[in-house]
């Protein structure tokens, strides 16, 4: 079983729906996450950072981590076609700093 | 404020030969971590280096790779005697400080691609 499991994609939605993206993990270890996005041939963007359980909103992005459930959620509201993108889970235990990516999901908001 | 910079953007080189991959880490940043984006893959860890210190290399395949960050320039990985199986986007990040991971900054990559 890997470490973190993402939903496979692509995923395509129209302009203004609301996007859910989530991740599984096994290690109960990780107690930071986050989500980054990332634009074709380009590094990826932190977007969202959390710890531990709990909710976290950043204007359209809400990201949500359970704990108990191993269980991460990203949702986008109002979608854009700017967000576009491949985005990626990512969290860390506290022992160290090497963080542990899930395969991304490749997002197209069409107009 | 200048970000993760990254030199070169492209680099290809043919099998057996060596390839330098350099990573300036953002202004006032001193710890530098190394990945590796496999084609279809996620993003892969493969070293966490402090100024002049290796503090984690547990993702460094055991041959041909090789990474440092001396005290003055650029942390640089290098990958000798390269392979077409090292064909991949390799990314830089930095943090100011090991504070959980959360402020890793990424770079815009180098692609390598081994003819």
């Known amino acids: 079983q890997k470490e973190v499991e993402q939903d496979p994609g692509p995923l395509s939605v129209p302009e203004g729906a609301i996007v859910s993206l989530n991740c599984t993990y096994s290690n109960s270890a990780f107690q930071y996450f986050m989500w980054y996005r990332q634009y074709s041939r380009k590094g990826p963007e932190l977007l969202m950072y959390t710890y531990s359980s709990g909710n976290k909103e950043d204007g359209r992005f809400t990201a949500q981590v359970d704990k108990s459930s191993k269980y991460i959620s990203l949702f986008i509201r109002d979608s854009q076609p700017s967000d576009s993108a491949t985005y990626l889970c990512?969290?860390?235990?506290?022992?160290?700093?090497?963080?542990?990516f899930g395969k991304g999901i490749t997002l197209s908001v069409r107009p | 404020n200048a970000g993760v910079m990254q030199n070169p953007r492209h680099l290809v080189r043919r099998r057996g030969q060596e390839a330098r991959l350099r990573c300036s880490p953002m202004k006032g940043h001193s710890h530098v971590y190394w990945y590796r984006q496999l084609p279809e893959e996620g993003l892969k860890f493969m070293v966490y280096?402090?100024?002049?210190?290796?503090?984690?290399e547990s993702g460094m395949p055991k041959e041909r790779f090789s990474a440092e960050f001396p005290k003055e320039g650029p942390s640089i990985l290098r990958i000798q005697q390269v392979v077409r199986g090292d064909s991949a986007a390799y990314f830089c990040a930095s943090s100011p400080a090991d504070r959980g991971g959360d402020t890793q900054y990424f770079g815009p990559g180098t692609r390598l691609t081994v003819l």
């Open positions: 280096l402090q100024k002049e210190n290796i503090i984690d």
């Open positions: 990512a969290m860390r235990s506290g022992a160290n700093s090497k963080l542990t």
